[in-house]
Each structure stands twice: as C-alpha cells, then as structure tokens.
C-alpha cells in the first residue's frame, strides 16, 4: 500500500516522507513544494477567471478530484506485484470534511470501478477555500451570460459534433476541457468552427514529481466531471441555482466498452463514461447538494450516427462537417506521435463512422492506413482482431449478459435494451466498413 498526503499548505508537505508515503502540494508548483510533487497550480486561476464564486463543495469536490489525480499519476503500477493492481491510502485536506464522511464509501467504490484499484480515503479539515473570482469582467474572465449548460470538451469527434448539435437545438454551452500537451491545439482548431459566443474553460493540472509518472490515468475522467462541476456551480449561483445540465458526450460503444475479449475484461478495459460511473458520480453529487445534473446525450446512438444526425440538422448547413470532423482527435496513442494510429480500437471505430455516415474521412493520414497490412502484421493487429472476434459473438446476438462485464447496467428493462441494442449497431457499423476494406467476416 502507498500512502499519499495531500494538502495546499505547503507548510505541511514534509521535505522526505517516508517509505512508501508520497507529500503532495495541492494547487502549486514543484519549486514551491518541499516533496518536489505538485499539482494543480494552473486551476485556481481559471476557477478565479469564472468571474462568479462557486460553492465550497464544488471546490472540495475539484480538490477531491485532483488529489485523487495526483495519486493516479504518482503511484506508478510498473512498482506493483502485479505490475497493475494498486492500494492507494489517500489523505486529502478540504474545507468541509464532515460533508463528505457519509459518501467516503460511495466514492471508494466509484473509484475502484473505474481504476481498478482499492482506494482508502480519508479527508482532514484546514482544506483550502474558495477563490475569490477575479471582479472585472474583460479579457481575464470567462463570459458566463446568457449561457445555460456545460458541456465536456476534449476535441475528440463525439464532443465535437455535441458541439454542433447544442447550439442548433438553441442552447448555449460553456465548454469545458483537459489542456493536456498537444490538446489544446487540438481544441483550438476544431473551436474555430464554432459559434464565436462560445465560452471555454480549459486547464492543465500539470503534476510534476521528478519520477517517472504513471500513464494509465484511468481516474482522469473523475477530474474532467469535476472541471465541468465547478463551472456548473458558478452557472447555477448566476441563474438562481437552479440544476445545470453537464453534458459528456460519449457514443454508446465506447461509453460502455464491452470486453471485445476475455484478456479485456476488468479494469484493462476503460469505463470513464460507463452509465455505473456517471450514476455513482451523480448520487456524490446529490448527496452534496451540488446543482449538476451529468447527462451524456449519446448513450444510445452509435459514431456513426452521431455524425450523420449531425450531417442532417440543417443548422449545420454553414459548417463544413467533413473538415471539422477530420480535425477531431479519436486515437489514444496520438500524442506520441502527433498522428492517430487508424488500427487501435477508437480508430476503427472512428472510420467505421465516417463510412457510415457516408462522409469522406480526410483525417491527416493515419500511420497505419490500410488494414490489410495491420492484419498481416503479428505485432499490429491485436485491436483489429480483437473486435473482429466481438463482431463475430455480435454476429450471434448481443445480450445483456455480456455487456454486465464491463459493469452493471440499469435494472429498468427497455433501458437496459437500448443498451444491447447500442453496442450491436456499433458493431454492425464496423463490421460494413471492414467488410469495405476486403474483409469476411
């Protein structure tokens, strides 16, 4: 077990924790912290740049979520047993610790379901409070008027095309985003097609440590929801707290992940938007009486008809969907390189939606174009025959049995279809366009 101490104060981060303990100075820098570990310095500024205060439980939350961050980066799993299962002991000072011992439990397990490890939390008080938001508005705010909605920005193609659909249903979003190395240009270049009322809050946590980190981050979404909490917060004091719609557009394949084979299963597979996870987080979220209401509009559609619903709208006419899509990010691995890969599993998906939609996918050129040649390749084609075998079991029929791998689903019967019936149409959509490229399946 790593234990790991989180606080704001610098003054209580010890220079040398002991074995197996690691001092995190929440909210600055490594030079500022005696540990050398450090997170967080960007957010209290942009939290300030909202421009209208947000309540204290949504900043423990977002305190809650970086020191859960911070954990997730610093106790690497290549030091474990296993080399992947962790027991992380977290101690994390908040300003109002007592709010949150009946929910300790609910979180423990949240975060269990998403990263696969045993997670210990306790919470100390003394925890930093609110920011003061900055009181000019003008270039260093974030316009918050007249907006009525978050939505979770992260450049990919769902997010985008969520984008696009808000605004031509009337409503107008504040989006919200990870600024990660390479993101942000990203983000930047899909923006450009966008209304220009937009608003958008973006940060990096950076966490520095002078260690090799952990790259897994399978808790990164639990920070991203706690991005779009703040934001929310500050839009519901401004429109008479009332609940806030968070929106986290996520197709339904991807969303619920299903274990394409049996190697997948458990926390080898993501569920940063499984339906389980967002319920866990919304029930944290009534407890605390925070005015969010987390909603991911795309649970039941598959990529590909999420970008051709968006092809039909005619409010899209004056937006040149085939430009802006092949702009958006869907490749895990693309950081490496600065190129999406085209054979891992969200790049197969993505191509099949391109196809499906019936729109010419001129993303800059994949590093793996033909898949033929991935196919034949022993060492690049683990992911393609992956879902090639989840097309043929689809093939047979989906059933609910399968999908509660992955986590447990709702108990309500036609919703539990709609979730069936969401993964066997993704399927479906990349089975035709591998059938496209020569394949029999």
Not at 134 to 155: N, P
Request: charged share 20%; proline share 6%.
């Amino acid at each position: 077990m790593t234990r790991v101490y989180c606080d704001a104060d610098p003054n209580n981060i010890r220079r040398n924790p002991g074995p197996g303990e690691i001092d995190v100075l929440l909210y600055g820098t490594r030079s500022q912290a005696p540990s050398g570990a450090a997170i967080g310095n960007q957010i209290r500024d942009e939290i300030m740049r909202l421009g209208t205060p947000i309540s204290q439980r949504a900043f423990d939350f977002l305190t809650v979520s970086i020191a859960v961050t911070a954990a997730d980066t610093f106790v690497r799993r290549d030091d474990t047993a296993d080399g992947w299962y962790r027991e992380i002991d977290l101690l994390i000072t908040i300003a109002e610790p007592n709010d949150w011992e009946p929910i300790r439990a609910n979180l423990e397990r949240a975060l269990h379901f998403l990263s696969g490890d045993i997670w210990r939390i306790n919470f100390q008080d003394n925890g930093p409070g609110v920011p003061r938001p900055h009181s000019r508005q003008g270039s260093k705010t974030i316009s918050l008027q007249g907006k009525d909605c978050v939505c979770l920005f992260s450049g990919g193609l769902d997010s985008s095309t969520a984008v696009l659909d808000i605004a031509a249903r009337g409503r107008n979003p504040v989006l919200v985003s990870h600024s990660y190395r390479r993101d942000r240009a990203v983000q930047n270049s899909v923006g450009h097609y966008f209304p220009s009322n937009f608003s958008h809050f973006s940060s990096n946590l950076n966490p520095t440590f002078g260690y090799p980190a952990e790259t897994s981050m399978r808790t990164r979404s639990f920070n991203f929801l706690a991005y779009g909490v703040a934001v929310a917060s500050a839009l519901a004091g401004r429109i008479g707290d009332q609940c806030v719609d968070l929106l986290v557009p996520e197709n339904g394949l991807i969303s619920l992940n299903p274990p394409l084979t049996f190697r997948r299963l458990g926390s080898l597979s993501t569920r940063t938007t499984h339906p389980h996870f967002i319920s866990s987080i919304q029930n944290i979220l009534s407890a605390l009486g925070i005015p969010a209401r987390i909603d991911n509009p795309y649970k039941f559609l598959t990529k590909g008809e999420i970008l051709s619903r968006c092809t039909a709208n005619q409010r899209t006419q004056t937006v040149n969907l085939p430009q802006l899509a092949s702009k958006t990010v869907s490749c895990g691995k693309w950081k490496r390189s600065g190129r999406q890969c085209g054979r891992c599993v969200p790049c197969l998906i993505r191509r099949a939606s391109f196809h499906a939609a019936g729109l010419t996918d001129s993303t800059p050129q994949y590093r793996y174009p033909n898949l033929r040649n991935v196919y034949q390749n022993e060492k690049e084609r683990d992911d393609l025959l992956a879902i090639m075998l989840a097309i043929k079991k689809a093939q047979r029929g989906v059933d609910g049995s399968w999908l509660l791998m992955s986590g447990p689903l709702p108990e309500e019967r036609t919703e539990r279809a709609q979730y069936v019936d969401v993964v066997q149409r993704g399927l479906r959509e990349v089975e035709n366009y591998l059938r496209s490229q020569g394949f029999v399946l």
